[in-house]
């Protein structure tokens, strides 16, 4: 051959290689979603393929993928949205003995981006649409024609961007293949986390435009999108022929069938979502499965046990998750569903439960592609906390007091533990009554032991002090009154106060009241908190009449005024003392129980004039008493 074709022919080599690894034949299904971000006019897109993890190459495995956003009632081209791959996770298959002999090997990877989309321009009430094209199918599906020719279209509507809408999102499928002429289910449905209705329905999938040339879609002018070629004798209620054929629970989105032809068979399930009677949006799921051969040997059913019992109800509590087992053999295999999906990695014949829900156990041949069975449920749910709360008579005790703190009742359940806190320190005390003894906080946990459940409650305990203070004792002249002025600290504002007794007292009540005794008397004083804590204190009221202090006296002993006497010096007079002329103390006394009688040094004194200081209770006296012959 001449080198003037060998060059033609190297370029024609290498384009279909490149037009081959541009080729989709990896992606067996997917999806699209839509949803409003927490900032105004900002929107999220996700796009969900699956993947035949067999054919997938890092150079036919897009990076990026553009969507395209029109409008419905005219097919305008509004906007665009270029989103990234940003992961891959594997589908659990729960018969992994038929997967490894069919080489089924599933993936799913995400596609997320942002969009900013200004809510005025998008208020047409017929809504919009968001598209996403690609070339081409795998070449051996059954029952479209020329699948190798036909490219795939996600699609889904959206409502005006006016109405606040997430687009309904589809769960994880389990990974899944079906057994020729045995009863097949399949969880297909979805959620909308704004609570709207969905319906589903099958519909036939799109082609597109793409085509082998042209494998990416773009924006070009196009007349909608057309679907596959369906297959002779195929039509959208037989895309998987069987007896009864492919079906789909329109409420739900489970399907259902008893497939009886081989092969592989793509399909689309079609989710709208309406609001108060009106269809708002809706979302399309492309997707395939295999029908194969398998072995009628089925395992016998499994049952699944708690704490070694057969169980169909379970409560448990997040802070003592539970253990779910069946019965083990080398000879089988395990997959644990929640809520009929598969959970990644739950392969034994145990599984630790963290999650409420529906749980079922798939068992099937470790080595032989044969139908597995599945238990019955196993409703999980929390279970009721226990009660815990913390009651006392108070929320204060006096000092030198206790309180008692007691759980619910007082009683101990059976099978509750009763744990107490202070100042998140454990303490050393496990009954459902506790005696306090200092203020602080104070929590109460009680746990049910099978089901680990627990509550709590909270206390802050105040002690409350409370003193009362009076001097000793006071004096009074007779006809004079007098104020009570205690002492009183206390933590708490509402206090009561009583004086005994009320002779001489006008209003007994009072913190500070007024006395007028007519003799000396002793008063108390209770103070009494709105808790009950009181505290007493006493104080001597000496009343004393008028000193009279004589001016003169003849200690000579005829028996007529021989003495310096002080009439009611009695509990008055604390000191006194007499001087001479010459400064020279001649009478000196501490109290004045006995008289001076004019005597100094064993000798009556000169007569003349002699100085006093006398120190009484309420004042002090200066003056002169006259001695006479």
Partial sequence: MSRRYLLPLYILIVFLCIAQSAWARHIVGGELAFKPTATPNRYEITMIQYWDENTLTNMNRDQTAE?????????????????????????SYQNRACAAYRSLRTLEGTYRGFVTLNTSGYNDPDGYYLVWERCCRNDDINNILQPGDSGMTFYLEVPPLTVQDASPRFTTPNGAYICIDQPFKLTMGATDQDGDELRYSLVAPMRGNTSRSFPLGDDSPKQGYPFVLLAPGITIGTMIPGNPSLQINTSTGELSLTANSLGLYVFAIQCEEYRNGKRIGLVRRDFQLLVIECSQTTPPEPTITYNNQEAVEVTFCPEKPIELSTSESPDWAYQWQLNGQNIQGAT???????DTGRYTVVKSFRTICSRDTASEPVEVSYGTPPPANIHTPSDAFCAGHTLLLT??????????????????????????????????????????????????????VREENLEVKLPASMSVQLGKSAQLQPSVVSTSTDLTYHWTPTEGMQDNTLPDPTVLPTETTTYTLRVLSALGCFAEATIL??????????????????????SFEIANAKHQVEEIQIYNRWGEIVFYSRGYTNPWDGVYKGKVVEPGSYTYIIKAAFQTFKGQVLILK
């Fill in 407 to 460: 759980a619910n009742d007082g009683s101990r359940t059976p099978g509750h533990t009763y744990t107490w806190y202070k100042e998140n320190e454990k303490m050393n005390a496990a009954d459902p009554a506790l005696t306090v003894q200092a203020a602080g906080m104070y929590v109460l946990r009680v746990s049910e032991d099978n089901t680990g459940c627990a509550a709590a409650d909270t206390v802050l």
């Fill in 541 to 562: 009221i000496n009343v004393f009449d008028k000193l009279y202090i004589p001016d003169a006296f003849s200690p000579n002993g005829d028996g007529i005024n021989d």
């Fill in 348 to 354: 034994t014949n145990k599984i630790t439960v963290q």
């Fill in 67 to 91: 969507v395209l956003i029109y409008r419905k009632r005219d097919n305008r081209l509004m906007d665009r949205a270029t989103i990234s791959f940003v992961s891959a996770r594997n589908i």
